[in-house]
């Protein structure tokens, strides 16, 4: 089980390095055609937020993560990303990663809990760390036992997934080179998220 949570995290950790790479100047989906979303002003949209974005709170401090898009990969693998806006000393960023096999549109999907093939990913940026970037890797999945994040899609219209996301989440404690992921966690290092919405088209990670 161990090996299965170390190879995990190795896959997203990988994932998490490459999007950091593509992130530009503001726009909630740059390249997207935002037309095909909900209107969150729209009392009767379901919706809240713009497509391409998500919103809540982060260990009780309101957040907004821009340039949330989803994309899945040659295996068959699911990547929803989103970043911190505004945000440059810290460069916070959710990853959540699921097999599509098991995706099966709007439903509360517990990762941690019985969503299996399901991991949580936040990722901040060790700001101690001046020679290189490293980053705190926060992590639910069911394969580790630790962290719980319940995930509720509410719908999927034209491709545009939206929904909420609560949950605890603990950091993963890296071997001495600073990049790969140990298996073990910090239980007393934790983010907690708070009602999060999230409204994410399909896009262009990688």
């Not at 630790?146 to 949950?167: A, S, W």
């Amino acid at each position: 089980m161990k090996k299965l949570l170390v190879a995990t995290l190795l896959v997203a950790g990988t994932s998490m390095a490459l999007f950091s790479c593509s992130n530009g100047a503001y726009d909630a989906n740059p390249g997207t055609d935002l037309s095909t979303g909900k209107n969150p002003l729209d009392p009767n949209s379901g919706v809240t937020v713009y497509l391409g974005s998500m919103e809540g709170f982060v260990s009780k401090e309101k957040m907004i993560f821009y340039n949330a898009k989803y994309q899945s990969d040659e295996n068959n693998i699911r990547y929803i990303v989103a970043t911190a806006l505004d945000d440059p000393q810290l460069q916070r960023r959710v990853q959540i990663t699921v097999n599509n096999d098991n995706f099966e549109g709007p439903k509360l999907y517990a990762i941690g809990g019985e969503a299996f093939s399901w991991t949580f990913m936040y990722a901040v940026r060790d700001t101690n760390r001046t020679d290189r970037k490293v980053e705190h890797l926060y992590i639910a999945n069911t394969a580790s036992g630790k962290g719980n994040i319940d995930f509720d899609v509410k719908g999927v219209e034209d491709g545009n997934i939206r929904g909420t996301f609560k949950g605890t989440v603990y950091r993963s404690i890296l071997n001495e080179d600073g990049v790969t992921p140990s298996g073990e966690f910090d239980m007393e290092d934790s983010v907690v998220f708070q009602n999060v919405e999230f409204y994410v088209p399909p896009g262009k990670i990688w």
